[in-house]
Each structure stands twice: as structure tokens, then as C-alpha cells.
């Protein structure tokens, strides 16, 4: 498990995602401490901030991000907050690294599930992570460096946040229909 910290919270070569950086670095405050690392994946709660839907011209919606066809681990904030209760009940857990995740799928699928909790019809479009680096906002490069680490590293990224050890810990898992039912989703 700790071979897997490694890969998946430090991006090598010319990759920058800072947030990874940090969090990677900041582990060396809690050598010797008793303490267990939770990994956490992209929050579908994040289609209330900074992943936008923007209206097309036919009134459906769209979201635009650089995660290819396959899956990817999504997690759902409420889950966060079970699998860190069930972790903090089981100390055996000390000095282990976990991955939390809710579901994994693809962006496609996660837009045909937005679909379903809206009554709205939601796409998904893939771009190129460079095209999406270049896009000029703030943080696009280093999302774009994210995104590309989690569809390189797909099947390591997929492992570690293995959805029966998250259930294990947390209980049942959210379901994404009912959490997007209750965002106030970003519309562009």
C-alpha cells in the first residue's frame, strides 16, 4: 500500500498538480505519528463550483473536462465524512493509506446519471488535457495535470479506492442521482 501512496499522491516527470505536491510533502509532519492517510478522488460536488455546465444552443447542457472514455473514482463529500468515522473506530488503521471513492465511472456515464437526477439533458464532451490546460481560468493547468494523472494511472488510481474496502468503512455508499438532486449545480 505504500508503493501505491507514492504513485498516486506524486506525479513524476514534467507533471505539476500542486495540491498533490503538498499533500505528498506534508507527510513527512506526521512521520512516527499514529495516523492514516485517506486519499481522497474528484468530488461530484464539484459541479457546484468550478466544473460548469454550459447551455447549448438546442437548451441542453454540457461539461467539458480532459478524463477520456474510462473511469475514473468520484467521491461524494457525505462519504468522505463515514469512511473518516470508520476509520477512526478501527485503530488498526493507523499507519495504513487508504482511498476513499463512491463510484467509479466514466464521465459519460456520470452525465447520463446528472441527467437522470435534473430532468435535464447533460453531455459530456472530452478534450485533450492540453487543450484544457490552455484554457486560460485559473488552475486549468494544474486540473489539467490532475486529469491526466487519473486517466494515466487509471487502474492503480481505481485500486487503491477500491469501492468494497470504502463501503467497508463507511457503509452504504451515496448514490450520485440522489446527491445531484439535492446540488444547486453550476450552469454557465
Not at 486519499?39 to 438546442?58: A, I, P, Q, R, W
Request: some cysteine.
Amino acid at each position: 500500500m505504500a508503493d501505491a501512496k507514492v504513485l498516486l499522491n506524486q506525479p513524476t516527470g514534467d507533471m505539476r498538480v500542486p495540491h498533490f505536491d503538498a499533500k505528498n510533502r506534508s507527510h513527512a509532519f506526521f512521520k512516527g505519528l499514529p495516523v492514516t492517510f485517506l486519499c481522497t478522488s474528484c468530488f461530484v460536488e464539484h459541479f457546484t463550483s468550478f466544473f460548469s455546465l454550459n447551455k447549448k444552443g438546442d437548451g441542453s447542457y454540457q461539461f467539458t473536462l480532459p478524463l477520456g472514455e474510462g473511469p475514473i473514482a468520484w467521491t461524494i463529500l457525505e462519504d468522505v465524512g463515514k469512511m473518516t468515522a470508520g476509520i477512526l473506530e478501527r485503530p488498526e488503521m493507523i499507519g495504513q493509506t487508504v482511498g476513499s471513492a463512491s463510484l467509479h465511472c466514466s464521465a459519460a456515464e456520470l452525465a447520463a446519471q446528472m441527467s437522470k437526477a435534473t430532468n435535464e439533458t447533460i453531455t459530456y464532451q472530452c478534450v485533450p488535457w492540453g487543450t484544457f490546460a490552455a484554457f486560460g481560468f485559473p488552475g486549468a493547468e494544474e486540473l489539467a495535470q490532475m486529469f491526466k494523472f487519473f486517466t494515466d494511472n487509471e487502474k492503480e488510481f481505481l485500486a487503491i479506492r477500491d469501492l468494497k474496502r470504502c463501503q467497508e468503512l463507511g457503509g452504504p455508499l451515496g448514490d450520485p442521482v440522489t446527491t445531484f438532486k439535492g446540488l444547486p449545480l453550476k450552469y454557465a
